[in-house]
C-alpha cells in the first residue's frame, strides 16, 4: 500500500486547506507581508461573488478555509461572509492584526460556531514585534486577546513568523500562549512580497534553525501548518505534520481578486493557476488546471538526490527557493546541512523574481537595527 504522503502528493479531489485572502487593504505594513498588502484592490470580488466560492467551497465538501489578507476585517462584509460560510458547513479559521476587535466584535465572534481565530504577533514584546509590524501593533494584539478571553471565545490561536530577531523568545510566545489558554502557532518567514526585501536579515541562523527543531520536537502541541519539514534533515525524528510541498495537491490560495495560486506563499503570476470568475469556476481551476496537474506528477529530487536527507526534508519549499532565485530541483535557501548557503551565493540579485503582486502603501516599515 502506497504511503498516505505519496498519495497527497497526487492531488485530492478538494483541497485540505484553502486559504483566500480576502482584501489587500491593510492598516499595518509588516515588513515580511507576503502579499505586500496596504491598498485594497478595485477588481476584488463582491459580496455577491464571494458568497459563490463559499458555495462552491460546500459542494466541494471543503472543511474549512483560512480567510487572511490584508486585514480581512477591513472589508464591510466580513461577517456576513463569514456567518454565511460557518451556517453553511464551511468552517473559517481567520489570521488578524486584531486591531478591529472590540469588546462588541468580540462578542460577536464568541457567538460564531465553526469559528477560529489567529492573532498574529512576531515578538513577544512590543520591541521586537513592533520593529516587524509597526509601532503599536503589540498593544492592539494584546488587546484583541484580552477582549477575546473576557467574552469568553475559547482558545484562540497565537499565531508567529519565526525570524532571526524573535527565535530566542519560544519560550516566551509559548508562556504568553498559556496565559490566555490559547494555542500557538509558529510559521517560517518566506522571502516573498515584502519579504523578499527583508529576508536576507530576518531569516534564522543555522544554530537558531536547530535550536527550533529540537524545541519542536519537544512539544508537538505546538502547531506548525508544515512550516518547517526542512529541518527534517537534522535528525532521525520527523516533525508532526504531512511534511511534504502541498502546492497544488492539497493546498492553494485564493487572492482578493479572485486569482487562485498554487501555494499561499507564491503570490506570483508563475504559479497562478486560474480565476474563480472564469467558467467553471474555482472547481475547474482545483480539477483541470495545467499547472496544478503539473504539480501533481511525480518530481525530480534534481541537485538534492545525491543527498542522503531528501527522503526527510523533500528538497524543502518551493517558495523560499523561487523568490531567493533558486531553481525549484535545487536545496531550500535554509538548508540544514549548508547546500542552501553554496547556492545562494551564486545567486545574484537579478535572478530573483519581482514580485507581481505589490499593494503597499506609499510609505512603508523601514526595517532597522536588530532589537532583542
Not at 35 to 54: C, F, H, N, Q, Y
Not at 67 to 85: H, K, Q, T
Request: with cysteine; charged share 25%; hydrophobic share 40%.
Amino acid at each position: 500500500m502506497p504511503a498516505l504522503t505519496d498519495e497527497l502528493k497526487l492531488g485530492l479531489d478538494a483541497p485540505i486547506c484553502l486559504t483566500w485572502e480576502l482584501t489587500y487593504a491593510c492598516n499595518l505594513a509588516c515588513v515580511h507581508c507576503l502579499s505586500s498588502s496596504g491598498r485594497r484592490d478595485p477588481r476584488e470580488l463582491s459580496t455577491k461573488e464571494a458568497i459563490g466560492v463559499i458555495d462552491e467551497m460546500r459542494a466541494l465538501q471543503v472543511f474549512y478555509v483560512n480567510i487572511g489578507g490584508g486585514e480581512p476585517m477591513i472589508r464591510p462584509d466580513f461577517f456576513e461572509l463569514v456567518d454565511y460560510a460557518t451556517t453553511n458547513g464551511v468552517g473559517v479559521k481567520f489570521s488578524t492584526n486584531g486591531s478591529r476587535i472590540d469588546r462588541e466584535r468580540a462578542r460577536e465572534l464568541a457567538a460564531m460556531e465553526y469559528l477560529d481565530i489567529q492573532i498574529s504577533v512576531d515578538g513577544a514584546n512590543a520591541a521586537t514585534n513592533d520593529h516587524v509590524r509597526g509601532e503599536g501593533s503589540f498593544a492592539t494584539a494584546i488587546s484583541a486577546m484580552d477582549e477575546l478571553a473576557a467574552a469568553d471565545f475559547g482558545p484562540f490561536k497565537i499565531s508567529v513568523v519565526v525570524t532571526r530577531e524573535n527565535a530566542g523568545q519560544l519560550d516566551d510566545f509559548e508562556a504568553l500562549a498559556n496565559q490566555y489558554g490559547a494555542e500557538l502557532r509558529l510559521t517560517r518567514l518566506r522571502p516573498a512580497g515584502r519579504g523578499a526585501d527583508t529576508w536576507h536579515e530576518l531569516h534564522p541562523l543555522q544554530e537558531q534553525q536547530v535550536d527550533l527543531y529540537h524545541w519542536l520536537l519537544a512539544r508537538p502541541h505546538v502547531l506548525t501548518g508544515d512550516s518547517f519539514f526542512h529541518l527534517n534533515a537534522l535528525g532521525d525524528e520527523n516533525l508532526p505534520g504531512l511534511n511534504l510541498c502541498g502546492a497544488g495537491r492539497v493546498v492553494c490560495l485564493i487572492d482578493p481578486v479572485g486569482d487562485v495560486y498554487a501555494c499561499p506563499f507564491v503570490l506570483h503570476d508563475e504559479f497562478k493557476a486560474g480565476n474563480v470568475r472564469d467558467e467553471g469556476g474555482f472547481a475547474k481551476v482545483w480539477k483541470e488546471s495545467a499547472l496544478f496537474t503539473e504539480l501533481r506528477e511525480p518530481q525530480s529530487a534534481g541537485a538534492c538526490a545525491s543527498c542522503g536527507q531528501f527522503d526527510a526534508c523533500q528538497g524543502g519549499c518551493m517558495a523560499a527557493k523561487f523568490f531567493t532565485g533558486m531553481p525549484l530541483d535545487g536545496p531550500d535557501p535554509e538548508c540544514v546541512s549548508g547546500h542552501g548557503e553554496h547556492a545562494l551565493a551564486n545567486v545574484g540579485v537579478e535572478m530573483r523574481p519581482i514580485s507581481t503582486n505589490d499593494h503597499s502603501k506609499p510609505v512603508r516599515v523601514a526595517l532597522s537595527k536588530t532589537r532583542v
